[in-house]
């Protein structure tokens, strides 16, 4: 295998590394158990069911916007500073090493809600330090290939991601997550001794994805290098700040990206409230275990893999702006029928009988349709960002990508917080995130679909 080729499968194994703190930490494990837990705390508070369900989404969502903030205001200045430094790679690793002690620290959150603040501050400091490495790693694209590569690179990264993600809740669930039975989906209890009623088998998700993410990294730090010939600047915080106030003045004179920026930062938003409280809306609103959210979880991801493979391929021959606006139209359509639907009825109007498994069924659809739609928006983003780089300066730029993905971040959990709180309702606390998809919708109108990164480099060297 060339050198070439060990660097961009060196590069993809991030993907595979990193996927399940999303797919088993964020979406289908570890937050449904976080918001299980927290129900239960506040009912042993005092307060009523549907009190006690609002109030766990609600803390859920604060904590994600609070980490969503951080990563934004930290993530332009540490790429400006690593362009100047031409070094991302010693940021990566830092990062690395936060996100794997955060991680296994997981294990923390007992059944009985002791520690559960503590614990919501810890997955979301994991949060920060997963986020943080991959506006690195994503920095590192563009120099894997010329751009029409790049489309089919940054999709099969992504789908190669997925799998991890499959592989790994595939694995938690079938060894070691235990039901309110206390055994997992294979029947058993969990093994090494793990006791089922204190959750200690789904509280190992924590050291699992810690683990996997150490064995899984070790090719990208084999086979990926910073570039001995980047440009470097000086690393004094003046002249990185200056650099960086110099590109957010130019991001405002481009049309193409400022457009793309501001109307991904929508899109973007409402494809993480999707990603962060699917699984809960699972547990509050379909009243589904822990196991049946893991069979959810595997679903959607193989959804994702392959979808966002394919998708990877679209851009090769399309370009990423056609990918990016059927994945979300998708995405609007699927909210729609999340807000529509309870154990009851779908909108109220076809109602389903006492133990109806079509509500299960369509939900199930709804995960096929976010894993998939959702996958291949994320990695043709990644592409059209590419498009708008300077080569020079990638880091910066994909802090930039960061700062709009995230400068936002409390906006979908808020107003879904809000719209929870003033209707009583977990359904239609969902309504905010259809209107952040159409807004990024239709600022997509002014993107170039082929980027403007060749007329600015041009126009900045004259």
Not at 79 to 102: E, Q
Not at 106 to 128: C, E, H, Q, R
Not at 181 to 187: D, P, Y
Not at 193 to 217: K, S
Request: net charge neutral.
């Amino acid at each position: 295998m060339s050198a070439s080729k060990k660097r961009v499968w060196g590069w993809m194994a991030f993907d595979w590394a990193s996927q399940p703190f999303y797919t088993l930490g964020l979406t289908f494990i570890f937050g449904p158990y976080f918001a299980t837990v927290a129900t239960q705390y506040y009912l042993t508070g005092g307060m009523t069911e549907t009190a006690a369900d609002a109030q766990a989404q609600a803390i859920w969502s604060a904590g994600q916007t609070v980490a969503g903030l951080l990563i934004a205001f930290t993530a332009p200045f540490l790429g400006a500073f690593a362009d100047n430094s031409g070094r991302k790679v010693p940021w990566i690793a830092f990062f690395s090493l936060v996100y794997v002690v955060t991680t296994f620290a997981l294990w923390g959150l007992t059944p009985d809600g002791a520690s559960l603040i503590l614990m919501l501050v810890i997955f979301y400091a994991g949060f920060f330090a997963a986020e943080s490495a991959l506006n690195f790693v994503n920095a590192i694209l563009p120099s894997l290939g010329n751009e029409k590569e790049v489309g089919r690179i940054s999709g099969s990264g992504a789908a190669f991601g997925y799998w991890g993600g499959v592989v790994s809740l595939f694995l938690m669930l079938l060894i070691f997550a235990e039901n309110e039975q206390g055994v997992t989906l294979l029947g058993n209890p969990p093994p090494f001794g793990l006791d089922a009623e204190a959750r200690e088998g789904t509280r190992f998700v924590g050291p699992f994805i810690a683990i996997w993410y150490i064995i899984f990294i070790i090719p990208f730090f084999l086979y990926v290098r910073d570039d001995r010939n980047a440009p470097s600047k000086s690393t004094r915080l003046g002249a990185v700040w200056g650099d960086l106030m110099q590109t957010l003045r130019n991001v405002f004179v481009r049309k193409s990206l400022l457009s793309f920026l501001v109307g991904s930062m929508f899109y973007r938003d409402a494809l993480n409230a999707l990603y962060a409280f699917g699984g809960v809306y699972a547990a509050l609103v379909l009243n589904w275990s822990l196991i049946q959210i893991g069979v959810f979880g595997i679903i959607a991801a193989i959804a994702a893999a392959i979808v966002t493979w394919i998708g990877g391929i679209c851009d090769q021959r399309y370009g990423p702006k056609p990918v990016i606006r059927a994945a979300v139209w998708v995405l609007v359509g699927v909210s729609f029928i999340i807000i529509g639907m309870s154990r009851e009825s779908l909108f109220g109007v076809v109602p389903f009988a006492e133990g109806s498994q079509i509500p299960d069924l369509i939900f199930y659809g709804c995960g096929i349709c976010i894993g998939g739609a959702g996958g291949a928006l994320y990695a043709s983003s990644r592409s059209m960002m590419v498009r708008h780089t300077h080569p020079d300066r990638p880091a910066e730029a994909f802090g930039l990508f960061a700062l709009t993905g995230k400068a936002t971040a409390f906006l979908a959990p808020a107003l879904i917080t809000l719209f929870t709180i003033m209707t009583g309702s977990n359904q239609l606390g969902f309504v905010p995130v259809i209107f952040l998809f159409l807004i990024g919708l239709f600022l997509l109108r002014w993107v170039n679909k082929d980027g403007d990164r060749a007329e600015w480099s041009a126009s900045s060297q004259q």
